[in-house]
């Protein structure tokens, strides 16, 4: 029993390291890659579930690495969180959305809403690049939504404390804060009346399966009440079917988003659809 054990942990531990190797390796090209310009952002659009009009977009991020296919985020950002690079990756992200989506702003009145990682809000520096890339872009701040997920904020300490200070100081300037894929994190529901926010984002995972799956229903309505109680914007994530439009628009859900309306799409097919949605 003993000899097995040990085996079991070698194996582990050579799995591990095959694991880290591998790790070095991603983010040693995630690093070439950004100076090389091999990133691009894509954008999804938010629809108001009152028309189905899109109200706005999200910057999602694609590695997009010469004659390989595009390298989706949830493989590489965890990588580049863990290394620092995101601070990198993320402002780069910031100052290219905010280019890209100052033409559909002026045209449409189209707002912007960018990926913030807690790595982001923890260099002091973040207010100022965030003001600069909107300054630099010509992009207005009311015109920008920033999404943190709820972890970065609720635990205490000084890095909390000094991403409450970031939000707190772009807020003021007219920057919005979502909570990104509300509902998944552990905190208590006291931080939505206390924190510095102005939207929730209902994580995809409480979508109903079908018309018989009430119980989910019943959480996201109470969600949205919630939200509306608070004075906070709902935007449903992940709305596949057009039962899911149906039933979010009756429980007085504002915004949906999702592949029911539209995927991600390259900056040049947004404007594209935009025109085309666009009726006057
Ligand atoms: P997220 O912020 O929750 O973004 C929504 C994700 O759901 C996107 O995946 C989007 O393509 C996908 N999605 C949209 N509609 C649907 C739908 O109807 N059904 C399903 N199943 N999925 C849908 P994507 O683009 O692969 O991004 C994955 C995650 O990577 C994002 O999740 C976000 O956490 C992270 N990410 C992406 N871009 C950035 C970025 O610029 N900065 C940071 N820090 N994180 C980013
Ligand atoms: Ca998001
Ligand atoms: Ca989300
Ligand atoms: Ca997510």
Redesign the pocket.
């Known amino acids: 029993a003993k000899a097995a054990g040990k085996d079991q942990a070698t194996l582990y531990d050579v799995a591990l390291r095959v694991e880290q190797a591998e790790r070095m390796r991603l983010l040693e090209r995630l690093r070439e890659s950004v100076d090389a310009g091999e990133f691009a952002?894509?954008y999804?659009p938010i629809v108001s579930l009152d028309d189905d009009r899109p109200v706005a977009v999200?910057?999602?991020?694609?590695w997009t690495p010469p004659g390989r296919p595009p390298i989706?985020?949830?493989r590489f950002?965890p990588a580049?969180?863990d290394s620092g690079l995101?601070v990198v990756?993320?402002e780069w992200?910031?100052r290219q959305?905010c280019a890209d989506a100052v033409a559909w702003h002026r045209r449409w009145g189209t707002t912007l809403t960018?990926?913030?990682?807690p790595r982001?809000l923890v260099d002091p520096q973040f207010t100022t690049k965030a003001l600069a890339a909107l300054r630099d872009s010509g992009l207005p701040p009311q015109a920008l939504t920033l999404?943190i997920?709820e972890g970065v904020l609720v635990k205490a300490g000084p890095e909390a404390h000094q991403a409450l200070l970031h939000l707190s100081a772009l807020r003021s300037e007219g920057v919005r804060v979502a909570i990104?894929?509300f509902g998944t994190g552990y905190s208590s529901l006291a931080y939505l009346r206390d924190l510095p926010i102005d939207v929730l984002?209902i994580?995809?995972s409480f979508?109903p399966s079908d018309n018989t799956d009430t119980q989910q229903a019943a959480l996201v309505r109470a969600i949205v009440d919630l939200a509306a109680g608070l004075g906070l914007t709902t935007v449903a994530?992940?709305?596949?079917t057009a039962d899911h439009a149906d039933l979010l628009r009756d429980l007085g859900c504002e915004r949906g988003?999702?592949?029911?309306f539209a995927?991600?799409i390259p900056a040049a097919h947004l404007t594209a659809l935009l025109a085309d949605t666009d009726t006057d």
Do not use: F
Request: no cysteine; hydrophobic share 35%.
């Open positions: 952002v894509h999804q999200e910057a999602l991020v694609r989706s985020p949830d950002i580049a969180e995101i990756l993320g992200v910031l959305a960018v990926n913030v990682s982001q999404e997920t990104d894929d984002k994580d995809r979508m994530e992940g709305v596949e988003q999702g592949y029911h995927r991600p």
